[in-house]
């Protein structure tokens, strides 16, 4: 029997075909289904989860290569509460998604820029989010929440929202 780090929690995956790909193993297997398929050829972004805090497109990881590597999936990324972390909270906020199938993985990359650039100017967002595709183009929105986000995280407030606009 394998095993996977998951979200903070050792999950049995049984014996599975060791090509198979970590998307199919989180939603089939293990009910995350948070986790979207939208490509399957890692191009879209809706499957990205961190491995090793890291954004990763989980159509093209083969759980063969997961030993001893944390595993973390939109529904980790809350607290125990169910308090929202500041990136799903500034999404909540600014009302990002329309159909929001492509959010998670939108979400999961810009807590992973986050973690690593707690202030990213507005190219490194665009190149950060740039492997992310949101079919309904709420990229304006998206960039709002990144920096909504983020002066949450420093502590002050950052959108207006009588203006509707993202001020620095």
Known sequence: MATLNINGQTMDIGDLD???????????ELGLVGTKYGCGIAQCGACTVHLDGAPVRSCQVPVSSLEN???????????????????????????????GYCQAGQIMSATALLKNNSNPSDAEIDAAMSGNICRCATY???KAAIKSAAQSMSGTAFYDAADQSATA
């Open 18 to 28: 060791p090509s198979t790909p970590l998307l199919w193993v989180l939603r089939d």
């Open 69 to 99: 590597q944390q595993i973390t999936t939109i529904e980790g990324l809350a607290a125990a509460d169910g308090t929202l972390s500041p990136v799903q909270q500034a999404w909540v906020e600014l009302d990002v998604p329309q159909c």
């Open 140 to 142: 304006i929105r998206i």
